[in-house]
């Protein structure tokens, strides 16, 4: 519910919008099948002290690959023979993620082309990532207050803004729309570049982002813009 992806094509379609002409549905479906679909990589190992990720390389867990294996097997079906390319995160658990859901028969003949991106990286938290909040309130005293205050602009030391992340991302799409300039983009990222990303095309301010939902293994449809 959360993610609100299409499972079954237009009998999915339908049961969304079930008021909506069938005409209609299928002139729906058509605009969905032209834009980008974003999916965060599977779930990671357990981190019950809440250490900053980061763009640490951090590889999926277990519950993550098999959170993969089950969208795999959902969603992807739908968007064989639509898929112009995959463009993924270049960290391990983005390429883990792309791999396993172009595993599938339906790519079997024909499978799309996969670029690895830096662009597409985590948040870079400098010298934060790896702590707890209480490490970091101890190293860098009153820091983690003053991101509260303005968290678009915020830049940790040796780390980067999310004003920055949210650049280098649409740099980074842009570029690649350009050189697949029709069909579906799959781009495979982290939770902090696709709520970038959804802000940008809701028009949210960047302060707003963490209030978007971003579920491991989560798609989320955009037309371009």
Same mark, same amino acid.
């Given at each position: 519910?959360? &993610? ?23 002139? &729906? ?64 658990? &983005?390429?883990?993620?792309? %791999? ?95 709520? %970038? ?20 293994? &989560? ?7």
């Amino acid at each position: 519910k959360q &993610c609100g992806y299409l499972g079954d094509n237009e009998k999915k379609l339908s049961s969304l919008a079930p008021n909506l002409p069938a005409v209609l549905q299928k002139k &729906c479906w058509r605009f969905l099948m032209n834009g980008m679909w974003f999916v965060r990589h599977g779930a990671l190992p357990p981190n019950p002290d809440r250490r900053i990720v980061g763009n640490r390389d951090i590889p999926l867990s277990p519950a993550g690959r098999e959170q993969i294996r089950i969208l795999a097997r959902d969603f992807m079906p739908i968007l064989a023979g639509r898929l112009a390319a995959v463009v993924s995160s270049d960290l391990g658990r &983005c390429r883990e993620t792309a %791999s396993i859901l172009l595993t599938g028969n339906e790519w079997a003949a024909s499978p799309p082309p996969v670029h690895f991106e830096p662009g597409l990286r985590e948040l870079d938290m400098g010298q934060w990532q790896g702590l707890t909040k209480a490490e970091i309130d101890a190293r860098f005293p009153g820091q983690y207050d003053v991101r509260g205050r303005d968290f678009a602009h915020f830049q940790p030391e040796g780390g980067e803004s999310f004003a920055q992340l949210q650049s280098r991302a649409l740099e980074a799409l842009r570029r690649w729309r350009r050189h697949y300039p029709t069909g579906i983009l799959l781009v495979v990222a982290h939770a902090g570049v696709i709520r %970038s990303l959804l802000a940008h095309y809701m028009a949210l301010p960047l302060d707003d982002a963490l209030r978007i939902p971003q579920e491991y293994a &989560c798609p989320a449809f955009v037309p371009e813009w």
